[in-house]
Every structure is written in structure tokens, then in C-alpha cells.
């Protein structure tokens, strides 16, 4: 087991599944002290048992400020201080076309994507500046970075979660905060299973569908996402603060077919002016 989080605590918003639980159990594993805050109490108190030691659940729903706060404040009062926020709960929230879609649902996916990681960067500011340490990780999603990959409003809400993260970062670098975001590609987990499977419990299933569909020869599993926030997290990572880290097989940045990978070109060819070839 490497031990680079020893002595750390972290609060991750959403870790009782999903990616969240997997950064839980990567921290977790490593050394930190963990609050699993999430909406749903049994796997939280589940996961937290099974950890035991060094891991509380808090039920906590970040579209609250007040929830969140109490996050925070339970990481210093049960394990002394706060390292690293992980604002990491999310909703698709609300689908379906823009002519028709319920504001008032809209303004409950931005509270759930959007205000949550407002409040998270706040109250982890709050006891982070006083001790000028500290790391603050949020998820955004390729669709806050290309359109027709995700719904309106959720795309909305993780575009936004880019621009705060940046904002805070050049706030908060004096103070050495690192602030940064990742962007998951699309990741087996209860979210993705409630769209390609039969629900969110239905893993397997959606690790089957997603196979047929990756981009890389195996499917995103929440795990490698952590591995990435773990990375963010940690003293390797001293100097990366205001990144958006996509962990997506290129996704977001590597968008075409490569004619170079489909064997149309046998060999490499050099191109001139007016098309003359080598
Ligand atoms: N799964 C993907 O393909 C994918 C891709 C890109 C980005 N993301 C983002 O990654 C993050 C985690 O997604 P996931 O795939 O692990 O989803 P998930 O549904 O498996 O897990 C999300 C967790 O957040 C919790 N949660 C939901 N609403 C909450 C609230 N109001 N308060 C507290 N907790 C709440 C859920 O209970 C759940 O444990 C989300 O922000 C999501 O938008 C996911």
C-alpha cells in the first residue's frame, strides 16, 4: 500500500458510490481520514463500517449550504483539520428538449451540480486558508466542454463547474490551495447504469453495454477516475492548480478516428505544397 495520505483528511461529496466511493476507498486505502457526505444513507453507513477507522458517513445533501458545511466542519472536529474537498456529487438532473424542460427542475439540477460546488469551495476555504494548505478537487463532464454529448442543464451546470474551479484557483494559489477539476469520460457506474441498463443497480449490465462502446478496448471504470483525483490530491501534484484533467481516453481532446489507426495509410507520407507527396 503506498502512503502518500497519511495524515490527511478529505471530505468527498457523492462517496457512497460511483466514483466518489472508489476516490473514498483510494484515499482511504492510502492513509486519509475520510467523510463519506452523501444523500443516501445505507451504502454510505455501509462503506463507512466496512472501512472502519478513519472513515465517518455524514448524511449530507450538497444542494444544501448548510450540509455541506457540516461536511467540513465533521472532517476538523473528528480527525482535526481539512486537506482535500472533493466536490464530486452529481445529478443529470433534468433531460429531455430545451423547449420543454421544467425550470423549476432545472434550478434543482443547478443546485445539485452547481451550488453544491459553490458551497463546497466556500466552506472548504473557510477552514483551509487559515492553515494556507489544502486541495480542492471538483467533477465537471465532457459535455461542460462539447455540446450533444449530455442534457442542457447538467451540461450547463459542469461547463460552470470549469469556470468557478479556475476562478477559485487564482484566488486561492496565494494560499497554497490547489483547486482543480476532472472530467470523467463515460464511467460504469449507478449513474451510467440508469441510463444504458435497467437501473442504477445493474452494473454488470451497463460494464457490458459500455465494452461494446469504449474508446479504449475496455470500459471507464470509476477506479481509474480516482486514481486521477488521487494524483490532484497529492504531493505529486504540487504545482498543477487551475487544471481541467480530463480522464475520458481523449474524448474531449482527442475527438476524430485517426486515419493513421484504421490502416487506410500503410505507410507515413510526407505532404508538400499544391498536395506533392514524397
Ligand atoms: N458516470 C459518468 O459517466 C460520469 C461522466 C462524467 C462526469 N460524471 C460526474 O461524476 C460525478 C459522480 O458520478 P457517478 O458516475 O459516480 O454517479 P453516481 O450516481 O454513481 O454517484 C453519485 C453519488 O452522488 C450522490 N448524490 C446525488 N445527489 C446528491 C445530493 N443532493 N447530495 C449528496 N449526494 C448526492 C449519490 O447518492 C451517489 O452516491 C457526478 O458529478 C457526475 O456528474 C460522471
Given at each position: 500500500?503506498?502512503?502518500?495520505?497519511?495524515?490527511?483528511v478529505a471530505v468527498i461529496t457523492g462517496g457512497a458510490g460511483?466514483?466518489g466511493e472508489?476516490t473514498v476507498r483510494?484515499l482511504h486505502?492510502?492513509?486519509?481520514s475520510v467523510v463519506i457526505a452523501d444523500i443516501q444513507d445505507a451504502p454510505g453507513q455501509s462503506l463507512a463500517a466496512e472501512l472502519g477507522d478513519r472513515a465517518v458517513f455524514l448524511r449530507t445533501d450538497v444542494?444544501?449550504?448548510?450540509d455541506?458545511?457540516a461536511a467540513?466542519?465533521a472532517a476538523?472536529t473528528r480527525f482535526?483539520?481539512?486537506?482535500?474537498?472533493?466536490?464530486?456529487a452529481?445529478?443529470?438532473?433534468?433531460?429531455?428538449?430545451?423547449?420543454?424542460?421544467?425550470?423549476?427542475?432545472?434550478?434543482?439540477?443547478?443546485?445539485?451540480?452547481?451550488?453544491?460546488?459553490?458551497?463546497?469551495?466556500?466552506?472548504?476555504?473557510?477552514?483551509?486558508?487559515?492553515?494556507?494548505?489544502?486541495?480542492?478537487?471538483?467533477?465537471?463532464?465532457?459535455?461542460?466542454?462539447?455540446?450533444?454529448?449530455?442534457?442542457?442543464?447538467?451540461?450547463?451546470?459542469?461547463?460552470?463547474?470549469?469556470?468557478?474551479?479556475?476562478?477559485?484557483?487564482?484566488?486561492?494559489?496565494?494560499?497554497?490551495?490547489?483547486?482543480?477539476?476532472?472530467?470523467?469520460?463515460?464511467?460504469?457506474?449507478?449513474?451510467?447504469?440508469?441510463?444504458?441498463?435497467?437501473?442504477?443497480?445493474?452494473?454488470?449490465?451497463?460494464?457490458?453495454?459500455?465494452?461494446?462502446?469504449?474508446?479504449?478496448?475496455?470500459?471507464?471504470?470509476?477506479?481509474?477516475?480516482?486514481?486521477?483525483?488521487?494524483?490532484?490530491?497529492?504531493?505529486?501534484?504540487?504545482?498543477?492548480?487551475?487544471?481541467?484533467?480530463?480522464?475520458?481516453?481523449?474524448?474531449?481532446?482527442?475527438?476524430?478516428?485517426?486515419?493513421?489507426?484504421?490502416?487506410?495509410?500503410?505507410?507515413?507520407?510526407?505532404?508538400?505544397?499544391?498536395?506533392?507527396?514524397?
Amino acid at each position: 500500500m503506498d502512503d502518500r495520505f497519511i495524515g490527511r483528511v478529505a471530505v468527498i461529496t457523492g462517496g457512497a458510490g460511483g466514483i466518489g466511493e472508489a476516490t473514498v476507498r483510494g484515499l482511504h486505502a492510502e492513509g486519509a481520514s475520510v467523510v463519506i457526505a452523501d444523500i443516501q444513507d445505507a451504502p454510505g453507513q455501509s462503506l463507512a463500517a466496512e472501512l472502519g477507522d478513519r472513515a465517518v458517513f455524514l448524511r449530507t445533501d450538497v444542494s444544501q449550504e448548510s450540509d455541506v458545511a457540516a461536511a467540513v466542519d465533521a472532517a476538523v472536529t473528528r480527525f482535526g483539520q481539512l486537506d482535500i474537498m472533493f466536490n464530486n456529487a452529481g445529478v443529470m438532473g433534468t433531460l429531455g428538449p430545451i423547449e420543454t424542460t421544467s425550470i423549476d427542475d432545472a434550478d434543482l439540477t443547478i443546485a445539485i451540480n452547481l451550488r453544491s460546488v459553490i458551497s463546497g469551495m466556500k466552506h472548504a476555504a473557510r477552514v483551509m486558508k487559515p492553515r494556507r494548505s489544502g486541495i480542492i478537487l471538483s467533477t465537471s463532464s465532457p459535455a461542460g466542454m462539447l455540446g450533444g454529448v449530455g442534457p442542457h442543464v447538467y451540461s450547463a451546470t459542469k461547463a460552470a463547474v470549469i469556470g468557478i474551479s479556475n476562478s477559485v484557483a487564482a484566488e486561492l494559489r496565494p494560499f497554497n490551495i490547489r483547486v482543480n477539476t476532472v472530467v470523467p469520460g463515460a464511467v460504469v457506474s449507478p449513474m451510467t447504469a440508469s441510463l444504458v441498463a435497467d437501473g442504477p443497480d445493474h452494473l454488470e449490465q451497463a460494464l457490458q453495454t459500455m465494452s461494446g462502446t469504449s474508446l479504449m478496448g475496455r470500459p471507464l471504470l470509476p477506479a481509474d477516475v480516482a486514481a486521477a483525483a488521487l494524483y490532484l490530491a497529492s504531493d505529486a501534484a504540487a504545482f498543477v492548480t487551475g487544471v481541467t484533467l480530463p480522464v475520458d481516453a481523449g474524448m474531449t481532446g482527442a475527438i476524430g478516428q485517426s486515419p493513421f489507426a484504421t490502416g487506410k495509410y500503410e505507410q507515413s507520407v510526407t505532404v508538400f505544397e499544391a498536395g506533392r507527396r514524397t
